[in-house]
């Protein structure tokens, strides 16, 4: 019943176009600072890599893949990823307040606060999940209130196309067309 709510009634959509700003800021005001700022991912890496989250009982490590995962693809790759987390973190910031791919944008939102979870970063990344969650739960509903309103239904329109196996129309050299079926 509260998730049919969220995904359909117009004052959850407002409800939801409070958070998803309030979130879209938060992502936007830390992409900006890291893309202005001279952001430097490698200290950060190595430092979830040689302080990993443990158990305190078995002293083993809690996420050993994605320890792995940072030392031996993270690490060597850090000039990458010193541009894809700023830029990442802007556009999903971006998304959410303007209300274009709400749901994507709320998704890598929340991919990202895990993974900054897992490296051991906890700071707003549990709020943001919290709310950034129930934007996510609430899908095109959130974005209501933005772009999703009107690009939701064309990308709806061209999906259905798709799956019928919509004609596509070429030019030929001579300017004639030829019609394709997919």
């Known amino acids: ?18 958070l998803r700003v309030y979130v879209g800021w938060e992502w936007v005001t830390a992409g900006w600072h890291k893309l202005t700022g001279g952001f430097d991912a490698t200290g950060f890496i190595k430092g979830a890599v040689t302080k990993p989250i443990v158990d305190k009982a078995t002293n083993e490590l809690v996420y050993p893949t994605f320890t792995a995962f940072l030392e031996h693809f993270a690490l060597p ?8 987390i700023p830029l990442g973190e802007f556009c999903v910031g ?5 209300g274009a791919l709400t749901t994507a944008a709320a998704f ?3 991919l990202m606060n ?3 979870l897992m490296a051991g970063t906890v700071s707003t990344n549990p709020w943001l999940i919290l709310l950034g969650g129930l934007v996510f739960m609430a899908e095109t509903n959130a974005g209501k209130f933005g ?7 064309i990308l709806r329109k061209m999906a259905a196309n798709r799956r019928k196996g919509g004609n596509h129309t070429n030019h ?6 030829k019609t394709l079926h997919a």
């Open 94 to 98: 971006l998304g959410l307040i303007l």
């Open 108 to 110: 890598f939102g929340l």
């Open 172 to 177: 030929t050299a001579g300017g004639t067309h």
């Open 114 to 116: 895990f993974m900054f």
């Open 147 to 153: 772009v999703d309103y009107y690009l939701m239904p």
């Open 1 to 18: 019943m509260m998730l049919k709510w969220m995904r359909e009634n117009v004052y959850a959509a407002g409800v939801l176009f409070i």
């Open 77 to 84: 790759h850090a000039n990458w990823f010193n541009l894809v």
